[in-house]
């Protein structure tokens, strides 16, 4: 690389966070949001800083940010920071579609032709690479398992992640390394990005993980409000016409921020404050909540989108409910988990499941153990209707066998579609509140109910997803489907019920 003059962007690279935030403004006149608005949330500069300063720990991190919340367009003012200041390292970028993965390329390519950036370039731009004359390099990466397994990079970053295969992902997991020593070293890491769309996906799984402890990763989060421009005086708060339809969300924290002393001269924020109003005003409540807010993922694929945590997830068992008959319900497994839920009905017959039993590879004398020791006594227990069958070794079925350890088995047939209704009316009754109640230690049965969804794309699809979380879902069925429906009698197209 040539010797180059010493007033170049790239002669001496920022060492502290005010310093990159004043030569981003300078070389690349991009403002960046330094502070978020929403307690909680990180501003868009939190990751940049992150990504840019290897002293950062842990070097994993998630952006969870809104639809046009600059996420991708970050991530490549990130990469041109690592090629220009870091030489000979290499990142890989990796779309949840190729599509998705131009459109950083295109950030990229835009950077670059800034003055005098390009006397940097090594040949021409071409539509999956770009090269430095200090050896530094990107690369797009087509989402397949071929692509990754054959990567060996510092730096790995994923945009879209909801979109991914999750072969893909596992297989991108072992693609990075570290490069060099000492203070100029870089660290192997992998930055993922993306929006939450639902509950079951592998974006909200990653978020989980980072929240527990799992996988040392580090989340920065942000929503509209966050990346807004300092709102000035064409918008008011409350008008002749009513308030301001990002009131709710904002609080007049936009137009505060344009008066705090840390903001810079120049307006920040990567959208404005009529595209948020315009965005706002096309979609509905749980989509702007989802995708615009980041409050939770959308629910519209789930199978009981009825369940709330805050209304049907309970500490403890109330005394009024603790004298209630017990029962179960039960879905026999053999390579998928046997569960069995335990139950009381209190004297409104609303019904607290207070324990969960989840166990694989095990043999049915050893969960009837476990039925039969429970404290109090289970009065009877639902189980699926496909355990009449005979086993072929034993000569009797697993109902069978139950029922000869003394066990009272209830197997009433009812359709799947009309025993998911069932949950769902105690779940959002049409009148009153919640007949049905978990307590928190039940954790698979919560993330199963929160998890069960139809297949992506398909929310009125017939059968739903057997990805592991139909089992707890099928026990907590059987067990309501004895205790609601007490005889059923199909005539033609109608179902007539009684007790």
């Not at 730096?155 to 999750?166: G, H, P, V, Y």
Request: net charge negative.
């Amino acid at each position: 690389m040539s010797v180059q003059a010493a007033s170049t962007p790239w002669e001496h690279a920022p060492e502290t966070p005010d310093e990159l935030h004043a030569w981003l403004i300078e070389h690349l006149s991009i403002v960046v949001v330094r502070e978020a608005i929403v307690e909680g949330h990180s501003a868009p500069f939190e990751y940049l800083c992150h990504a840019f300063f290897e002293d950062r720990s842990p070097r994993d991190c998630v952006v969870w940010a809104n639809r046009g919340g600059g996420k991708t367009f970050y991530a490549a003012v990130a990469t041109l920071l690592d090629m220009v200041f870091k030489p000979g390292i290499e990142i890989r970028i990796l779309g949840g579609s190729l599509e998705q993965s131009k459109r950083m390329h295109a950030h990229l390519r835009d950077l670059f032709a800034v003055e005098p950036f390009q006397e940097l370039l090594d040949g021409r731009i071409t539509e999956r690479r770009i090269r430095l004359l200090n050896g530094s390099g990107v690369e797009l990466l087509a989402q397949s398992q071929t692509s990754v397994r054959g990567t060996r990079v510092q730096k790995l970053r994923c945009d879209e992640l909801e979109l991914f295969d999750r072969e893909v992902w596992e297989a991108a997991q072992l693609t990075t390394r570290a490069m060099g020593r000492g203070e100029n070293s870089v660290r192997g890491s992998i930055e993922c990005f993306s929006t939450m769309h639902v509950p079951y996906g592998l974006m909200h799984e990653l978020i989980e993980q980072s929240g527990d402890g799992t996988t040392p990763r580090r989340v920065f989060k942000w929503g509209v409000v966050d990346v807004l421009d300092a709102c000035d005086e064409t918008h008011q708060c409350v008008s002749d016409d009513g308030p301001c339809p990002l009131a709710p969300e904002c609080a007049g924290l936009a137009k505060a921020r344009r008066h705090r002393p840390t903001a810079p001269a120049e307006v920040p924020g990567h959208m404005g404050i009529d595209d948020a109003i315009a965005l706002k005003r096309r979609v509905g409540s749980e989509t702007w909540n989802s995708e615009m807010l980041c409050l939770r993922p959308q629910r519209s694929e789930c199978v009981l989108p009825e369940f709330d945590d805050r209304a049907h997830i309970v500490d403890a068992i109330p005394e009024s409910a603790g004298s209630g008959v017990c029962i179960a319900g039960m879905d026999f497994g053999i390579r998928s988990p046997t569960v069995v839920l335990f139950a009381r009905v209190d004297a409104t017959g609303a019904v607290w499941v207070e324990r969960e039993y989840v166990q694989s590879d095990r043999p049915l004398d050893e969960h009837i153990g476990v039925i039969r020791s429970h404290e109090p006594t289970v009065a009877w227990i639902g189980v699926d209707p496909a355990g009449r069958q005979r086993g072929l070794q034993t000569g009797i079925s697993d109902i069978q066998a139950m029922r000869h350890a003394g066990l009272v088995v209830k197997d009433r047939r009812l359709g799947l579609h009309e025993g998911l209704k069932l949950i769902r009316a105690r779940l959002r009754p049409a009148d009153g509140g919640p007949r049905l109640y978990i307590l928190r230690s039940c954790e698979r049965l919560i993330e199963s109910i929160r998890k069960y969804h139809y297949p992506r794309g398909q929310p009125f699809c017939d059968s739903p997803e057997k990805d592991g979380h139909d089992h707890c879902v099928d026990a907590l069925r059987y067990m309501l489907t004895n205790l609601d429906k007490g005889y059923t009698s199909e005539q033609e197209n109608y179902i007539v019920a009684g007790g």
